[in-house]
């Protein structure tokens, strides 16, 4: 079986693509880029995947508000025409989105299922769900996964996630300032990755959640990365407003999993226990 793994140099398409081993089909920017529909035509004319999963994405989220065409190329556009080329060839699109499509919290707080409207905040958040409606609305056979808060082997040398910064900045500081009023679930790469190759052997096509369980603020987080790895760091609360991104991030986006956990009849470990299983591999 040849699955395409497009984005496959990213924390999530490495994954994957070490999952899948053989039937992978690796596919980064210099193979295929998904911004041109000729290319993506002539990229599936070539290899016949049976299987297509798109982890490629425009991810500089800040950077987004002064280049929010570039977003929409990649993150909107890019799924289109992934979405056109695979109905064309009759090939399966398993399409990864964002939390980030929820920037508005509920209230009170409660984790969003997958018939909640978004409501995106930012030029990421926007390009994010149009990627996702383009998907939904160019290939039958589609499966859309928004997760949230991933982190996994880095792509490659001076890029990392959020364990591996603090991590870093740990050794250097004695104390950090993180955020305290933004709730999610951090997310390990190779969960999501096990997940999403256990939900295309299914026809189940559709709209799914999938990230660890629970929920936690960012400086929890931050607090509980330190304890596990043995470091000594305080860990100070800061508002998002105090730390002045340029780009707005979800309060609370907490997305509930259950859809996929039925049908996989398989539960997704929490975020402790992924964070100590990270840990205990890198």
Not at 2 to 7: P, R, T, Y
Not at 62 to 77: F, H, R, S, T, V
Not at 130 to 150: D, I, M, N, P, W
Not at 230 to 250: H, L
Request: charged share 20%; hydrophobic share 35%.
């Amino acid at each position: 079986m040849s699955i395409a793994v497009i984005g496959s140099q990213g924390q999530l398409g490495k994954e994957l693509t070490q999952q899948l081993g053989k039937n992978a089909l690796p596919l980064n920017h210099s193979e295929i880029e998904i911004s041109s529909l000729d290319s993506v035509q002539d990229v599936l004319a070539k290899h016949k995947p049976e299987i297509v999963i798109n982890a490629a994405a425009y991810n500089f989220v800040d950077l987004a508000e002064d280049e929010p065409e570039k977003a929409y190329l990649i993150n909107g556009l890019g799924p289109r025409n992934l979405a056109i080329a695979c109905e064309e060839f009759s090939v399966p699109l398993l399409h990864v989105s964002s939390d980030y499509v929820f920037g508005q919290a509920k209230i009170p707080d409660q984790p969003y299922i997958e018939t909640d409207s978004p409501f995106p905040s930012s030029s990421y958040a926007i390009s994010k769900l149009a990627g996702e409606y383009f998907v939904q609305s160019c290939c039958q056979k589609h499966f859309v996964v928004r997760t949230c808060g991933l982190y996994g082997t880095p792509s490659e040398k001076g890029k990392g996630n959020f364990v591996e910064t603090m991590l870093r900045l740990g050794s250097e500081r004695s104390e950090l300032n993180v955020v305290e009023d933004q709730k999610c679930t951090p997310t390990s790469a190779k969960h999501v990755a096990s997940v999403i190759l256990n939900l295309i052997k299914t026809d189940a096509y559709g709209l799914y959640h999938a990230t660890n369980s629970g929920e936690v603020t960012w400086r929890e987080f931050a607090c509980e990365i330190f304890s596990q790895a043995g470091m000594d760091v305080k860990v100070n609360s800061i508002s998002t407003k105090e730390f002045g991104a340029k780009a707005n991030r979800p309060a609370y986006s907490v997305m509930n999993c259950d859809k996929i956990v039925s049908l996989l009849d398989d539960p997704i470990p929490s975020w402790k226990d992924a964070l100590s299983e990270y840990l205990s591999n890198r």
